[in-house]
């Protein structure tokens, strides 16, 4: 049964930092892309940035550039968001997905979500 667990999220103010965790089990994680997406209240669910397999391949929505940082470690299967500098419209829901093509089929697993909320 494949599991992508995420936590680190939590209530910070405005120019702070956190650090995302996404734990995966029951998948070959090194052959997963993975990404991070959020979710505000009254929005759809938006990409935030993701990762290639090996990790030499980042992207990001321009609206976190510079900000934010996705990096993976396969050895422990987990996939993190560094986000520095944190606004008020970063509050949300953080999914981490896990997505692979192999053999024409696709693979594509969400997480539960964590919710990160900046206020004063």
């Known amino acids: 049964q494949v599991q992508l667990v995420e936590s680190g999220g939590g209530l910070v103010q405005p120019g702070g930092s956190l650090r995302l965790s996404c734990a995966a089990s029951?998948?070959?994680?090194?052959?997963?892309?993975m990404s991070w997406h959020r979710q505000a209240p009254g929005k759809e669910r938006e990409l935030v940035a993701d990762i290639s397999s090996a990790g030499r391949s980042r992207n990001y929505a321009d609206s976190v550039k510079g900000r934010f940082t996705i990096s993976r470690d396969n050895a422990q299967k987990t996939v993190y968001l560094q986000m520095n500098s944190l606004k008020p419209d970063d509050t949300a829901v953080y999914y981490c997905?896990?997505?692979?093509?192999?053999?024409?089929?696709?693979?594509?697993?969400w997480g539960q979500g964590t919710q990160v909320t900046v206020s004063s």
């Open positions: 997905n896990a997505f692979r093509v192999a053999g024409g089929r696709e693979a594509d697993y």
């Open positions: 029951g998948l070959g994680f090194s052959s997963y892309a």
